[in-house]
Structure formats: structure tokens, C-alpha cells
């Protein structure tokens, strides 16, 4: 007669010790999140303030360069194809409908402000205005195909609309018009460029609009889309946020050299402004005329 024998052998406690930091490393491997390469301001500040958001959540993320910086429709593509995870642009419906944004401006609105580049010995021109009716007696030069221009042709202002970004300069220095209106953080750099023109800084005005720049994530990342939010909103809360907007050496030069306060105020209405922005919520945005030291 034979006999069989089965056993069941009990894995040993180092199998399971083993197994058990495998598990552990698969939940403590930081996630990789791939954003374009890039050191100007806008790129610099934009993945600064994401790996601040990210830092508040207990999961770990690893941001990676891995894409070179290129057109925003390329970068959108990429998006949506799942070849890059995370982008930054001032929000438009457009951009709404092919990605999910983060409905919080990375840069609490500042980009919404715009002063006026003139030509030196022109400031007289400009000393009266006080209303939108009043800024019309002035023209504007702006690019043909900003989405600025759009916002300046829809409250009826004189628009001067050229092809050629750098032609601006020389145009406004031979008074082909008026003013050119800049981000509050532009203009001083732009007239260092270009140091034989007589270009000046409008003393008085401060336009603005809403305009929203957002982080934007693929569709169907809403995983990724609502760490984020966490992560910024949590940094909104405890602080953190508005210490690294005002630490950003661009929000310092704009603080030291435009007197936003001081200036006068003039509205515009953003007609392609998307339905669900956050307007009324005053904690996402920068109030100039509240700003202390």
C-alpha cells in the first residue's frame, strides 16, 4: 500500500516581513507627474506653486521635466493624449472644453492688471481719465490675435491691432497710438530692451479684467485634478499660498514699482470669461487696493 502525504508549509516570518515592504513601497513611491521644461517667470513660479500644493497632501509626488517647452496647442494635444500631466495657462472656454482646469488663478488674478506703456512726455494725455467713456478718447495698440484685443474691442475701446509684438514698441514711439497696455509686471523689463525709445509708464491708471490662469490636468484625471485643489486650497488656508506669491521675485518688482494701490481703477467686462469662475470667492484673489507691507 502507498501512503501520500501532503503539507502545507507556512511561509516564514521573513516572507512576510518582505512582502510587506514591497506593499509599503508601492504605496510610499512617489508619483511622477511629467510638466514642460522651462525657466522663465511664468514656468518657474507655475511648478514652484505645484510642488507646494502637492507637498500638503500625505501622498508623494515627483515633478519631472520631460517635455520642452513649445506652442500651447502642442502642449494641450500632449494633454489630452496623456503624454504630459499637468499644464498652466490663463483659462479661456476653449481650453475648458478639451481639458479639466483647477479653478484656482495660480496667480490670485495679477495677471488680470494692466498699466499703460507711452511714449515719454505723454502722461498729460491720460491725467483727466477716469471711467471706461474716458478711455476711450485714447487708442491702444495690442497684438491683432491676443485674446487682450478681444477684451479691449469688446468694451469699445480704440484698438490699434498689429501682427507683430515688437512692432508695438517701435509704433507706440512713433505715435501710431496711444498707450500700450501690459501686465502690471511687464513693462519695466520691455523698456530695458528696448532702451532708444522714449517709452514711459502711465502714472495713474490701473485696468483690469478677470483672468483666470489655472493648472489644467487631462479629463479624465479627476484624481489629479482634485489632489491638486486639495493641495492648493490647503495652502491657501494655512498661509502658504499668498507667501510664495509675494515672495516671487515678479510679484516683489510689481509690488516695488507699480503702486497698484495708488492708481485708478477701470473695470472691463470679460465676455469670454467661463460661466464657473470662481469670481465671488475673495479668498483665490489678489486685492491691490488691501495690499500692505
Avoid at 37 to 52: K, M, W
Avoid at 134 to 156: E, P
Amino acid at each position: 500500500m502507498f501512503r501520500i502525504y501532503t503539507t502545507t508549509r507556512t511561509p516564514r516570518p521573513a516572507f512576510w516581513f518582505i512582502l510587506f515592504l514591497f506593499c509599503l513601497s508601492l504605496e510610499t513611491a512617489a508619483k511622477p507627474l511629467r510638466v514642460v521644461e522651462g525657466s522663465n517667470s511664468i514656468e518657474t513660479y507655475a511648478r514652484g506653486l505645484l510642488t507646494l500644493a502637492l507637498s500638503k497632501l500625505p501622498e508623494k509626488f515627483e515633478i519631472e521635466q520631460t517635455i520642452a517647452s513649445n506652442s500651447e496647442e502642442r502642449m494641450v494635444s500632449m494633454v489630452m493624449d496623456n503624454q504630459l500631466d499637468v499644464v498652466w495657462y490663463a483659462t479661456t472656454n476653449d481650453l475648458e472644453e478639451r481639458l479639466q482646469p483647477i479653478r484656482i488663478c495660480i496667480y490670485r488674478g495679477l495677471l488680470g492688471y494692466r498699466v499703460l506703456m507711452i511714449k515719454k512726455g505723454t502722461q498729460h494725455k491720460f491725467d483727466a481719465i477716469q471711467t471706461v467713456e474716458d478711455l476711450k478718447r485714447v487708442s491702444l495698440g495690442q497684438g491683432r490675435f491676443w485674446a487682450d484685443t478681444n477684451v479691449l474691442t469688446a468694451n469699445n475701446l480704440n484698438v490699434v491691432k498689429v501682427l507683430k509684438y515688437e512692432g508695438l514698441f517701435y509704433m507706440l514711439d512713433g505715435d501710431r497710438f496711444d498707450a500700450f497696455p501690459r501686465g502690471a509686471h511687464e513693462p519695466w523689463s520691455e523698456m530695458q530692451r528696448y532702451p532708444k525709445l522714449a517709452l514711459d509708464v502711465e502714472q495713474h491708471l490701473l485696468i483690469s479684467y478677470t483672468n483666470p490662469f489655472y493648472f489644467f490636468v487631462n479629463k479624465s484625471n479627476t484624481k489629479l485634478a482634485a489632489d491638486i485643489e486639495r493641495g492648493l486650497r490647503i495652502a491657501i488656508e494655512d498661509g502658504s499660498f499668498n507667501e510664495y506669491f509675494l515672495n516671487d521675485p515678479t510679484v516683489k518688482d510689481v509690488m516695488a514699482k507699480a503702486n497698484l494701490k495708488n492708481r485708478t481703477l477701470i473695470k472691463l467686462d470679460n465676455p469670454g470669461l467661463p460661466k464657473k469662475t470662481p469670481v465671488d470667492d475673495a479668498s483665490l484673489w489678489f486685492d491691490p487696493y488691501s495690499f500692505t507691507e
